[in-house]
């Protein structure tokens, strides 16, 4: 797996999240962030279950654009 990193939130400090990267080889996102409270997963779960090999994450509107980076990125390969 070659993992391209996009960038990182600059406003985490020395945290390292949110962080978004791009699997070189599948073309998916892998994104790293904050884990969602239990409202939050409450809120999701109204819309359906979240399988235990899945996680519900949080990423600041701040890191939108480098999401969408990294959507043109996987794109082009």
């Known amino acids: 797996m070659k ?3 996009m960038g990182k939130d600059p406003e ?4 390292g ?3 978004v990267w791009v699997d070189g ?7 790293q962030g904050w ?4 409202a939050t997963l409450d809120a999701c779960r109204r819309d359906g279950p979240i399988p235990g090999h899945e ?5 600041p509107p701040r ?3 480098l999401v969408r980076e ?3 990125v996987a794109e082009l390969d």
């Open 55 to 59: 996680s519900v994450i949080r990423i």
């Open 25 to 31: 080889d599948t073309h998916e996102l892998v994104i």
């Open 63 to 65: 890191m939108v654009p």
């Open 3 to 5: 993992l391209q990193l």
């Open 35 to 38: 884990s969602a409270d239990e």
């Open 12 to 15: 985490s400090g020395d945290h």
């Open 70 to 72: 990294a959507l043109g």
């Open 17 to 19: 999240s949110p962080t």
